[in-house]
């Protein structure tokens, strides 16, 4: 099995010029397969089609967490409702402002063990899978790694590949 | 008097050693005034070039006290770096700035005057720039908490921590050094500085009240999201807390009388950092050291050795010969060119160069008006220390002036920036520059009564 045989294909994907308001709703509804159920991480691709970063939940998280709680420990100072307020600010800024421009990626030929070693020792979970034009055909998800490792596990003989 | 100074002149040889050194020392200076090039690499640069051509033999720039690195400043500052950066992980500065906001009661200006205090006390027993690092991050959570304009705070904490770190002789980069080239201990700073950093800060909060105590209001119910802050929460290492509470007491004691002692202020610091590092039992004394701001202790090792390159050529000598000649031996004429010049000259470039300059200047200033006295008896004239003070409060406050004027400053407008709350070059200088005339101007009256009035 190759990337291109477990990754969702591409359907939805996000504009640097989106607000992450915007971004935010279609993380939210993306499809995923057949289902309006949400994905973790989407592309942003440029006017062009080139892939130029990648917005995760975790973008998300980072938008209204104040840098200068990065910089010591004021976890335990913040007050309730802080989350909301720096939520309302945050939502019209830009998807480029926020995204992971570094973007770990892998060809569709890849195999699956190439694609674990990219998301482990990049820390990542979900990689955009790229075609010989470089162009974006895919994501390929952790979780969607870890049903194809179980169903292995449970039917052991049909180990090896394909 | 002229007639000495004109014998002093003659002695500088104007040779091509001479204008190498001259060329090399400016074209240095200009480049680290331009920030085109990064102002360590220019000075580990620049001190290559000087070795290399043999203006300074190696042995004079590592070993001659003279010409060389002043050992004594780097591990002053390496050592107290190296204290500051095993405490921080024990959470007991956010501590102190959560204490000092609910000591504020949640009241947006009684908050701004209490961190201008705190900042002021911080950076004169620590140093300035690890001070603001420390405070600007609580500061921004404690006015988004109170939904008022963080500017205010931001520009507070830079121009405090200069203003405190005048005080002292650990308090700020230019002390370190004159304290070395003029042999001062820690105690003639409390005696000289404190005072008048004292009466400094009651004039900065009438200042601050002035230009921010209307602006500043918010809701009563915000006040409770400070006073519900549990500052105890932020002590993360109350073991390793007592460990550098301890060590840092030790580290005071021995400031306060390593004159007495005669131990040099940089033998104390390095017997803290080491005692420090061994309580904390740590294995991995890799990170506590990388965290050192290597770049800044190149930066003072380069540019030593290009300023012992033209003070061995002569040009300072010359200099200094110039400045006599304006004030025509006068000393508090003298001292006065020298507080308002530093002043302003810190304001717009990095006050650690100007300093190091500075200092051989004076030194040789004070050859030529008393060629007979050497050492203590020469560096302690009691006509050349209202010098050595004018110098350091010049040189302190100036760094007021502007958002370059001081590495405080730069910290927290890089900080500031990188948070989101940017302040412009003329946004600070708006409010930098008056407060540092006015800051000078209370020194100048003091240096004036005190040393030549009074004359105490």
């Known amino acids: 099995m190759k990337a291109k045989d477990l ?43 080139n892939l130029i970063g990648i917005l995760s939940i975790g973008d998300i998280l980072k938008a209204v967490h104040p840098a200068y709680m990065d910089l010591m420990n004021l976890g335990s100072f913040a007050w309730d409702g802080m989350v909301e307020t720096f939520a309302q600010k ?49 994501m390929l998800y952790e979780r969607d790694m870890f049903y194809e490792i179980t169903k292995s596990m449970i039917n052991e003989n049909t180990g090896g590949g394909k | 008097m002229t007639e000495e100074v004109a014998a002093a002149t003659t002695q500088v040889v104007m040779g ?32 290559g070039v000087m070795l290399i051509l043999k203006i300074l033999e190696q042995h004079e720039a590592f070993h001659v006290e003279e010409f060389g690195i002043d050992w004594n400043v780097i591990f002053l500052l390496i050592s107290m770096m190296v204290i500051i950066n095993l405490m921080r992980p024990t959470g007991v500065f956010e501590y102190i700035a959560v204490k000092s906001a609910k000591l504020g009661k949640g009241e947006p200006f009684r908050i701004l005057v209490i961190f201008a205090i705190v900042t002021a006390v911080l950076s004169a027993l620590l140093d300035n720039v690890t001070t603001v690092l420390l405070i600007v991050p609580v500061t921004i959570l404690i006015a988004d908490a109170l939904q008022v304009d963080a500017l205010p705070y931001l520009i507070s904490c830079a121009l405090a921590s200069n203003i405190g770190g005048t005080a002292t002789l650990i308090g700020d980069p230019p002390n370190i050094m004159i304290a070395s080239k003029a042999q001062l201990s820690f105690m003639d700073f409390i005696y000289h500085l404190s005072p008048i950093v ?45 460990k550098s509470l301890f060590v840092l007491a030790i580290v005071l004691t021995g400031f306060i009388f390593h004159g007495v002692l005669h131990f040099q202020p940089a033998t104390v610091a390095l017997f803290g950092a080491g005692l420090l590092l061994l309580l904390s039992k740590t294995h991995e004394p890799h990170h506590i050291l990388a965290e050192v701001e290597w770049p800044t202790i190149f930066f003072f090792m380069g540019l030593f050795i290009i300023i012992g390159g033209v003070v061995k050529v002569g040009l300072i000598k010359w200099m200094s010969v110039q400045v006599l000649e304006l ?3 006068n000393m508090f004429a003298t001292s006065m060119v020298v507080m308002w010049f530093s002043a302003f000259a810190s304001a717009f470039i990095d006050n650690i160069p100007y300093v190091a300059t500075m200092n051989p200047l004076i030194v040789d200033m004070a050859k030529q008006l008393w060629p007979d006295l050497s050492g203590t008896q020469l560096l302690h004239h009691a006509d ?37 709350k940017r302040i412009s070059f003329g946004k600070f200088m708006l409010y930098g520059m008056p407060i540092m005339v006015m800051t000078v101007l209370v020194a100048t009256v003091y240096v004036w009564l005190r040393y030549y009035v009074l004359k105490i």
């Open chain 2, 384 to 420: 050349l220390m209202p010098l050595w003070w004018s110098l350091a409060l010049g040189a302190c406050l100036g760094g007021n002036g502007t958002a370059i004027g001081a590495s405080a400053n730069v910290i927290v407008v890089g900080m500031s920036e990188k948070l989101g």
């Open chain 1, 7 to 49: 990754m969702i294909p591409l359907q939805e994907y996000l504009e640097p010029d989106n607000t992450l308001k915007e971004a935010a709703n279609l993380l939210r509804i993306a499809l995923r397969g057949e289902e309006k159920i949400g994905v973790k991480a989407l592309p942003v691709l440029d006017a062009s089609g």
């Open chain 2, 327 to 329: 004030t025509q031996g």
């Open chain 2, 16 to 47: 091509s050693s001479f204008w190498i050194a001259t060329a090399i020392f400016l074209i240095a200076y200009a480049v680290i005034v331009s920030e085109k090039i990064h102002k360590t690499i220019v000075a580990v640069f620049g001190a």
């Open chain 2, 198 to 242: 004292i009466i400094i800060m009651v004039f900065y909060v009438f200042a601050i009240k002035l230009i921010w105590g209307k602006k500043l209001k918010t809701k009563e119910e915000l006040k409770t999201r400070i006073m519900s802050m549990e500052e105890n929460e932020a002590i993360k290492d109350p073991v390793m807390l007592k």
């Open chain 1, 90 to 138: 945050a939502s019209g800024k830009k998807v480029r402002d926020l995204m992971t421009s570094k973007v770990i990626t892998v060809k569709e030929d890849a195999t699956l063990m190439e694609c674990i070693d990219h998301m482990l020792k990049n820390k990542v979970k979900r990689v955009p899978v790229l075609n010989k034009e470089h162009r974006v055909t895919g």
